[in-house]
Nanobody, 125 residues
Framework: QLQLVESGGGLVQPGGSLRLSCAAS????????IGWFRQAPGKEREGVSC????????EYAEFVKGRFTISRDNAKNTFYLQMNDLKPGDTAVYYC??????????????????WGQGTQVTVSS
């Protein structure tokens, strides 16, 4: 019954914005690492952004730095990816993920135990 349910994807014009949501059920997000990943057609999955299980560090891939913001709302058991200034290269299926507490400090490369179903983001004029 542990689930991550994603929403917020869709079609947006270049320069536009979307906010992706990832709602956790069956467990409480507190103290888990959270991350967003994406997979574009014909490409491997890549890390977008994450917050470590300690909550101390936040990471962004270079290709989204300054445009995307990751956040969490523990009261709602939900975390988010605010995506601004979207570009056609951002077109991908976006996945949220959760990882158990670990001493690992770099969260974009760590293992994640639970994944959302994916939500399509298409950036096109």
């Amino acid at each position: 019954q542990l689930q991550l349910v994603e929403s917020g994807g869709g079609l947006v014009q270049p320069g536009g914005s979307l906010r992706l949501s990832c709602a956790a059920s069956g467990f409480t997000l507190d103290y888990y690492a959270i991350g967003w990943f994406r997979q574009a057609p014909g490409k491997e999955r890549e890390g977008v952004s994450c917050i470590s299980s300690s909550g101390v560090s936040t990471e962004y891939a270079e290709f989204v730095k300054g445009r995307f913001t990751i956040s969490r709302d523990n009261a709602k058991n939900t975390f988010y990816l605010q995506m601004n200034d979207l570009k056609p290269g951002d077109t991908a299926v976006y996945y949220c993920a959760v990882g158990v507490p670990t001493v690992q400090t770099q969260c974009l490369t760590r293992r994640y135990e639970l994944w959302g179903q994916g939500t399509q983001v298409t950036v096109s004029s």
